[in-house]
Each structure stands twice: as C-alpha cells, then as structure tokens.
C-alpha cells in the first residue's frame, strides 16, 4: 500500500508544540485528570483506584460500550466496537473497500477519510462543499447524480470539518434515503456531534437510522479528551462488526485500560462536560465574528453552525499559505492554511473550543495593524 503524507497532519507536527499560540486547534479545551478523577461517580471512581493495567477486551471495556450505547437509540453493546479514532478510519476502509470500488466523499474533509480510499485503488469522486454568499453549501442533487453501479460507499463528514457546515435535516434525510435506494455503505464521521450551536440542528448519528451506516464518535473533540486517544465505530451490520475485529488484531489488538476508565467517567459528565464546550464555543464565534467583520477589507467571515472550527477566507491579494507563514514565523501563532485539505480558495481553519482563543485574536488583530 502507498499512501500520499498526510499535510494537516505534518503542518501540526512543525508547529503544534513549538508555536506559542494555536488559532487552528479543532478540539475543545482540554480537561486535566484531577478534573475528571474529582467529579467521576464513585463507581467508575472505584474502577480507576482498583484497575489493574493488563490487557483489556478487544471490542472495548463493556461497561465502556454501555455507555456508549446511551447515546443512540437503536445501537446495543455488540454494535460498538472501541478504537483510536484514526485506527477506526483505516481498519474500517480496509475491511469494505477494495480496487475497483466507487466513493463519493465530501470535500474539503479529514485527509485519511479519502486517501486510504484511494491507496486501495478505489476511484474518488469528490463532492465539493461551496461557498455561496457567505454560506457554505453542499448540493444533494450531486450526490443522486454521481452514483454509479460499482458505488461502495459514500463518506460524510456533519458537523463537517473544516467549515462547520451543518445540513439541514431534510437535506441529511435525502442523504440516507439515497444510500438505501442505491444500497450503499454510509460512512458517517461524527467527531464533531454533541458540538451544534442550535441544539436544535442536531442530527441522528448515521448508524442509529441506516442498517448499512457506520458511525465514528469519540472523546477527543466534544469531550475535551484527545489524549485518551479513545473513539468507537458503531454499526448494525454484523458480518463488518466481525470483519472490523479481525482487523483490530492487527493494529491495536485492544485499548489502553486506564483511557477505557477516564472514558467512562467521562461520558458519565457528559451534559456537564458538553454544555461548558458548547458555551465557550459560542462565545468564541461571537468574538471571531467580530473580529473577522472588523477587518472586512482583509477577511470574510463565513458563519460555522456546528463544531468547534471555522472555515474563513482571506480577501488580500496575498495567498494564504503566504500569510499563515509570515504569522507564525513573526508573530508565533500557528494558522492553517486552507491547502492542507487541498481545498482550493484562499481559506485558512481556525479553532473556536480554546480558553486562550481571545487573548490569540488580540496577539493576530497587533500583527495586522502593524502589517496590514
């Protein structure tokens, strides 16, 4: 298998921990363990103190899948199976797709979503989220019209990630309906779920309502815990469930035990822990927007509805990789550039789930008027 380097992730890997400030992080502020540990119930506190660090169940801890289980309808513990969110993606991909396969993935989207598709030999067509007056939109009617007879799978991504575009459920209903009418896997990435601005927009997990659908969720975004490095695939289909754990033997095998308890507890405080990131969310769009609408001349703001990130557009007749690269290099603060999606358009990702996100927006608007 050869598999193209993976841009989002080697730009973070320069300036993630060597940047003072990060304006692109997609999670939420992360949770320290005293935090978590001080507030888990006393029954997944008596699991942390009596843990032994052994091996755990391949499909995940069952109290773990439990859990899990309690945020669907219609999923039960042998529908979920525990992974790294990223081993989900390539496990996955590999147990349905193989060369000669059709996907349709939404584009701009999480680079191994369509890359291992295509280092499989499977044929891409790329269905393009636009913007269209200061919107971005996705057109249902593309999706019908580019189904083909070898059509595998079709790949979503809702709260989508770099642009927090959200469909409206009547467009999300149309989505499922033409899986089912053409009988295709749904893949859904759902890491951004939990994350609407409008609790109303919330859609279903692709999963609970689709018996070919296949969701991913896990802790890293809306639960503020990406170094637990703990996701899950959930599916009704049986025959991929079990093709799914074949797979796991060759990659993780299991889960880490300690992350397993911290994840249980956390999604025990899961209103508590969602309602403080959808909060400070909020609140850092409302200052993003009036920010990006205080330098019009420089910028558009273009409004996210979901999740924690925002996808924007630099006016000036400066290319975004240029000015990511001057900010970073004189200013010390890390902006991604719209080009690791290969997303053409001078748009640039910003993140809206950290405390320090203001005090960055002041650090960037210094750096403007001196330069711009």
Same mark, same amino acid.
């Given at each position: 298998m050869k598999i193209n380097e993976f841009k989002l992730e080697r730009y973070f890997a320069i300036y993630e921990f060597t940047a003072k400030y990060l304006l692109s992080p997609s999670d939420c502020e992360s949770l320290t363990l005293e935090e978590l540990v001080k507030r888990a119930d006393d029954d997944s506190l008596g699991l942390w103190n009596n843990l032994k660090l052994g091996y755990t169940e391949s499909m995940g801890h069952p109290i773990l899948r439990k859990e899990i289980t309690k945020l669907y309808h219609n999923i039960k513990e042998e529908n979920v199976m525990s992974f790294v969110p990223e081993e989900g993606i390539f496990v996955t991909m590999h147990a349905m797709l193989e060369e000669g396969d059709h996907v349709i993935v939404v584009d701009p989207i999480y680079q191994s979503l369509a890359e291992i598709s295509k280092s499989l030999g499977c044929s891409i067509t790329n269905w393009r989220i636009e913007e269209k007056d200061h919107e971005w939109k996705l057109d249902i009617d593309f999706l019908e019209k580019n189904i083909q007879d070898n059509t595998k799978m079709i790949i979503i991504n809702f709260p989508h990630n770099p642009t927090g575009y959200l469909p409206t459920r009547e467009e999300f209903d149309r989505i499922v309906e033409i899986a089912k009418k053409h009988d295709v896997f749904l %893949?859904?990435?759902?890491?951004?779920?939990?994350?609407?601005?409008?609790?109303?927009?919330? $859609?279903?997990?692709?999963?609970?309502?689709?018996?070919? !659908?296949?969701?991913? %969720? !896990?802790?890293?975004?809306? @639960?503020? $815990?990406? !170094?637990?490095? $703990? !996701?899950?695939?959930?599916?009704?289909?049986d025959v991929l469930m079990k093709e799914l754990a074949v797979l796991k033997d060759y990659t993780t095998i299991c889960g880490s035990a300690p992350s397993e308890i911290l994840g249980i507890m956390a999604l025990r405080q899961k209103e508590a822990i969602v309602k403080t990131?959808?909060?400070?969310?909020?609140?850092?769009?409302?200052?993003?927007?009036? @920010? @990006?609408?205080?330098?019009?001349? $420089? %910028?558009?703001?273009?409004e996210p509805k979901a999740g924690s990130i925002a996808f924007l557009k630099l006016n000036d007749k400066l290319k975004v990789e240029e000015f990511c690269d001057r900010v970073v290099k004189e200013k010390n603060i890390m902006i991604l550039p719209g080009e690791v999606f290969d997303y053409e358009g001078n748009y640039f990702r910003i993140g809206l789930g950290r405390e320090d996100f203001k005090v960055i927006l002041s650090e960037l608007e210094e750096y403007i008027v001196e330069h711009f």
């Amino acid at each position: 298998m050869k598999i193209n380097e993976f841009k989002l992730e080697r730009y973070f890997a320069i300036y993630e921990f060597t940047a003072k400030y990060l304006l692109s992080p997609s999670d939420c502020e992360s949770l320290t363990l005293e935090e978590l540990v001080k507030r888990a119930d006393d029954d997944s506190l008596g699991l942390w103190n009596n843990l032994k660090l052994g091996y755990t169940e391949s499909m995940g801890h069952p109290i773990l899948r439990k859990e899990i289980t309690k945020l669907y309808h219609n999923i039960k513990e042998e529908n979920v199976m525990s992974f790294v969110p990223e081993e989900g993606i390539f496990v996955t991909m590999h147990a349905m797709l193989e060369e000669g396969d059709h996907v349709i993935v939404v584009d701009p989207i999480y680079q191994s979503l369509a890359e291992i598709s295509k280092s499989l030999g499977c044929s891409i067509t790329n269905w393009r989220i636009e913007e269209k007056d200061h919107e971005w939109k996705l057109d249902i009617d593309f999706l019908e019209k580019n189904i083909q007879d070898n059509t595998k799978m079709i790949i979503i991504n809702f709260p989508h990630n770099p642009t927090g575009y959200l469909p409206t459920r009547e467009e999300f209903d149309r989505i499922v309906e033409i899986a089912k009418k053409h009988d295709v896997f749904l %893949f859904s990435d759902e890491m951004y779920w939990l994350l609407e601005h409008n609790e109303k927009d919330r $859609l279903p997990s692709v999963a609970d309502i689709y018996e070919k !659908g296949i969701s991913l %969720f !896990g802790l890293s975004k809306t @639960f503020s $815990l990406p !170094g637990l490095r $703990l !996701g899950w695939i959930i599916t009704q289909d049986d025959v991929l469930m079990k093709e799914l754990a074949v797979l796991k033997d060759y990659t993780t095998i299991c889960g880490s035990a300690p992350s397993e308890i911290l994840g249980i507890m956390a999604l025990r405080q899961k209103e508590a822990i969602v309602k403080t990131n959808i909060e400070r969310v909020r609140e850092n769009r409302t200052a993003a927007k009036e @920010f @990006f609408n205080r330098h019009k001349d $420089l %910028f558009t703001w273009i409004e996210p509805k979901a999740g924690s990130i925002a996808f924007l557009k630099l006016n000036d007749k400066l290319k975004v990789e240029e000015f990511c690269d001057r900010v970073v290099k004189e200013k010390n603060i890390m902006i991604l550039p719209g080009e690791v999606f290969d997303y053409e358009g001078n748009y640039f990702r910003i993140g809206l789930g950290r405390e320090d996100f203001k005090v960055i927006l002041s650090e960037l608007e210094e750096y403007i008027v001196e330069h711009f």
